[in-house]
């Protein structure tokens, strides 16, 4: 099942968590709704900044490219999107920027997956991959929010979506990002029976 919005409203969002709810009902995995619909909403926040992002540093005559510029962009970039959120979700449809979620059922997975259409830099890059490894690494959550770079914004839920991942045995090794010249996307496999999958990786470590 794929879906693509150019629109992102209130309502659409809640259309595609109700198709992921649909889904795992189907899977027999209700346990999970809420945690994966959460999931869902972080990464299409993340998606719909990302395609901001691109408006904003064009209208600012910033290349988002170079070092200096997307510095002096994400200055005010923060403030400006909050403010103006309507304003940009009204504009992606005119530039061409989307936002795609997937979901696909394979042998014994599911894998969610939510794209913009745009590249990723080196910063986001960088920062992504921050997040998902300080996430997989510490036990405190709360010394890994006081890291958190408030220019870039919250930041918040890929180091949420991983601690919360971790908690049914889903290593980062299951968090995929995929970036390419016209879109970037974030894709995480999930055994299709998490509950049992969770009891499985609870003795696993218990044993280790």
């Given at each position: 099942i794929?879906?693509?919005?150019?629109?992102?409203?209130?309502?659409?969002?809640?259309?595609?968590?109700?198709?992921?709810a649909?889904?795992?009902?189907?899977?027999?995995?209700?346990?999970?709704?809420?945690y994966?619909?959460?999931?869902?909403?972080?990464?299409?926040?993340?998606?719909?900044?990302?395609?901001?992002?691109?408006?904003?540093?064009?209208?600012?005559?910033?290349?988002?490219?170079?070092?200096?510029?997307?510095?002096?962009?994400?200055?005010t970039?923060?403030?400006?999107?909050?403010?103006?959120?309507?304003?940009?979700?009204?504009?992606?449809?005119?530039?061409?920027?989307?936002i795609?979620?997937?979901?696909?059922?394979?042998?014994?997975?599911?894998?969610?997956?939510v794209?913009?259409s745009?590249?990723?830099?080196?910063f986001?890059?960088?920062?992504?991959?921050?997040?998902?490894?300080?996430?997989?690494?510490?036990?405190?959550?709360?010394?890994?929010?006081?890291?958190?770079?408030?220019?870039?914004?919250?930041?918040?839920?890929?180091?949420?979506?991983?601690?919360?991942?971790?908690?049914?045995?889903?290593?980062?090794?299951?968090?995929q990002?995929?970036?390419?010249e016209?879109?970037?996307?974030?894709?995480?496999?999930?055994?299709?029976?998490?509950?049992?999958?969770?009891?499985?990786?609870?003795?696993?470590?218990?044993?280790?």
């Amino acid at each position: 099942i794929s879906v693509t919005v150019y629109h992102l409203t209130p309502e659409m969002k809640h259309y595609l968590q109700k198709i992921v709810a649909t889904v795992l009902h189907q899977m027999k995995q209700d346990s999970i709704i809420d945690y994966i619909a959460y999931c869902l909403s972080e990464l299409i926040d993340n998606s719909q900044r990302a395609n901001a992002k691109r408006i904003y540093f064009h209208e600012q005559n910033l290349d988002i490219f170079n070092p200096q510029d997307y510095h002096n962009g994400m200055e005010t970039f923060k403030t400006d999107f909050i403010a103006n959120q309507n304003l940009y979700q009204s504009c992606q449809e005119e530039r061409g920027l989307s936002i795609t979620m997937t979901l696909l059922v394979k042998d014994e997975f599911l894998y969610l997956e939510v794209a913009n259409s745009t590249k990723l830099t080196v910063f986001e890059y960088k920062r992504i991959h921050d997040r998902i490894a300080r996430a997989q690494e510490s036990q405190n959550p709360a010394q890994i929010f006081s890291h958190i770079n408030e220019q870039e914004g919250a930041g918040l839920g890929l180091i949420s979506i991983t601690l919360m991942l971790q908690k049914f045995g889903i290593s980062e090794d299951n968090i995929q990002i995929i970036s390419q010249e016209d879109s970037t996307a974030i894709k995480i496999k999930l055994p299709k029976n998490m509950d049992e999958y969770q009891y499985i990786s609870a003795i696993s470590k218990e044993i280790a």
